[in-house]
Structures are given as structure tokens and as C-alpha cells.
């Protein structure tokens, strides 16, 4: 049993938390995502919702997010009529969002969910955008985490705004950075 899950953040808030969870064929492996996610967002005094946005899959994801919509509250549906890639199926997720703070969370697991709980709490301690940053690449090929060193250094040679190395989607943004990112109006972001 993981301990994360066994620890609340204060007394109950009536706050809510969005999870914003882009999809794109990810049918065999929505049953695990509900099997470590629903956990921890039950350990969290906080309403919850989860925002799945369903990017054109072709595998039954969407009906497989409907069933279980009729079986568990707080869960919602943005369906895409194509696949038009993640960068626009997270922005869509955070249209429909209702959160005071937003998680995007990818459905495939990459990044544990069991982190949610240390993001919630950095951000009632203030922090408007909480970043995840990897550990370790374990389980990946040798090419892919030399690209992906090779990719945070190149950006950030290339950038003038420093990026945290090993951060990826995986990230809380309070109401106010997420309405911020909404003001925008880049179609590639």
C-alpha cells in the first residue's frame, strides 16, 4: 500500500481540483489509470474533477470514458472530432476545466499519479504553477533519454526563459495561470 495515500491536506476545502487528461487510444490502459488515480483523488480533502479529451482515438476510448462516466461522478468528456494533437487537446481540456487548480496528467501513466497530493499542497502554500520533474527515465530506450537531454539543453540554450530540465506535461496551474494561458492566442503553442 502506497503511504502517500494515507495522508489528508487539512480540513475539508471546498475547493475544486481538475484533472486534465488527454487521450488518444489509450483503451487498454484506461482501467489502470482509474485503478491509481480515483485512490488518490478520494485521499485528497478536495472536489474533484477529471476532464478526459478524447484526441480522435480510434480504439474505443471515448466509449470506454462514457461507461464509466454513468458509473463514477465527476467525470467528464471533451470529445474531438479528430485527432488534432495533444498541445490542442490539453488546451481544450483547460477550456472545459472548472478547477481552482488544474493537474494535466497524461492517460498513459507516464508520470505517478501518487504525486498529486505534493502538487495540491505546494500549491495551498501558494505556488500558482507546480512542475514535475522527472528522477529518472527509467524504462526508456538509450536514444530516447538522449534525446530528451539533448532536447531541455538545446531549449534552454535557444530560450529566454529558463526550462526546468525533465519537466514534461505533468504540472498544477492555479485558476489564474490557467485563464493567463487561455488569453492566448497561438494556435501552435
Same mark, same amino acid.
Given at each position: 500500500?502506497?503511504? @502517500?495515500?494515507?495522508?489528508? =491536506? ?11 487528461? #488527454? %487521450? ?6 484506461? #482501467? ?6 480515483? #485512490? %488518490?483523488?478520494? $485521499? ?12 480522435? @482515438?480510434?480504439?474505443? @476510448? ?17 470529445? =474531438?472530432?479528430?485527432?488534432?494533437? /495533444? ?16 493537474? %494535466? =496528467?497524461? $492517460?498513459?501513466?507516464?508520470? #505517478? ?17 507546480? =512542475? ?14 538522449? @534525446? ?12 529566454? +526563459? ?13 485558476? /489564474? ?5 487561455? +488569453? ?6
Amino acid at each position: 500500500m502506497n503511504k @502517500s495515500l494515507d495522508f489528508h =491536506l487539512g480540513p475539508p476545502d471546498d475547493r475544486l481540483i481538475s484533472l486534465v487528461v #488527454p %487521450v488518444y487510444n489509450e483503451r487498454v490502459m484506461l #482501467p489502470l489509470f482509474f485503478d491509481r488515480v480515483l #485512490p %488518490v483523488l478520494a $485521499a485528497v480533502n478536495l472536489r474533484h474533477e477529471i476532464v478526459f479529451v478524447d484526441d480522435g @482515438s480510434e480504439d474505443g @476510448s471515448a466509449v470506454y470514458i462514457r461507461n464509466e462516466i454513468k458509473r463514477t461522478p465527476g467525470l467528464r468528456l471533451v470529445k =474531438l472530432s479528430r485527432n488534432f494533437g /495533444k498541445e490542442a487537446a490539453v488546451t481544450a481540456g483547460l477550456e472545459h476545466a472548472r478547477g481552482d487548480a488544474v493537474i %494535466v =496528467l497524461d $492517460a498513459d501513466l507516464q508520470d #505517478p499519479p501518487e504525486q498529486i497530493p505534493a502538487m495540491i499542497e505546494s500549491w495551498q502554500s501558494g505556488a500558482d504553477v507546480v =512542475l514535475m520533474q522527472r528522477r529518472s527515465r527509467a524504462g526508456e530506450t538509450a536514444f530516447k533519454r538522449w @534525446s530528451a537531454h539533448l532536447f531541455y539543453r538545446l531549449l534552454n540554450r535557444t530560450s529566454r +526563459t529558463d526550462i526546468p530540465v525533465d519537466t514534461g506535461d505533468f504540472r498544477l496551474m492555479s485558476r /489564474k495561470a490557467v485563464d493567463a494561458i487561455l +488569453t492566448l492566442n497561438e494556435r501552435n503553442r
